[in-house]
């Protein structure tokens, strides 16, 4: 199913890229914010992401995407006695995982690039698609799994200089990270994104 799934995404990515007024190239960090970290005290650590963007018309655009994300977390277990206590030494855990980020984002400009601003501001918001690639959690007494497909709800915001464009943008997670309940609490992990790259225009 989430092959079929990406097999679909990727085409229709390559649909659009042919009515394409501009290629974006970019990458930068990606950070975790950890929603209810539980018992297992989660914790987002630095990640980062590169790929490339389509940019579908002018004052209001569409923006479907792909990027590979790199994702770390942090997880601590906790020695607990038969009360329910701490005891003993804290041990930490990191997870990692390798996913195919597919925005589809909906923004508008601030000014009309038709007029060839040497800067303008623009904003956006939509759905993303995280397809796991691979995961990898170092600890071999625990079997987890992670979802094949998480969901996401973000906006953004960026600024375009001649041919260059920084931006930032926050997703909310819609989705837990793991399969079932394998740990005491399945985490939902927001994320930041701030990106910078390099545009190439297509058409005036």
Known sequence: ??????????LSL?????????FRFGGGYSGS???????????GRAGYHAGVDLVLGRLWFVRPGMHLQV????YTMVG???????????VEFRYTDRALRVPLFVGRRLMDPSDDPGVN?????????LFNLNADLD????DVRTNGMQWYIGAGAGLEIAFLFVEGGYNVAMSN???GARFRTNPRVNQLNLSAGIRLRLAK
């Open 139 to 142: 600890n071999d007494r625990l």
């Open 14 to 22: 390559t649909s659009a890229a042919l009515s394409a007024q501009e």
């Open 80 to 90: 607990l006695d038969e009360n329910g206590d701490p005891f003993g030494t804290d």
């Open 33 to 43: 914010n950890v929603r209810e970290a539980g018992d297992e005290h989660w914790v």
């Open 121 to 129: 501001l623009y904003v956006m918001a939509g759905p993303t698609a």
């Open 71 to 74: 994702r770390n977390l942090n």
């Open 1 to 10: 199913m989430t092959f079929r799934t990406l097999l679909i995404a990727s």
């Open 177 to 179: 990270v793991f399969e």
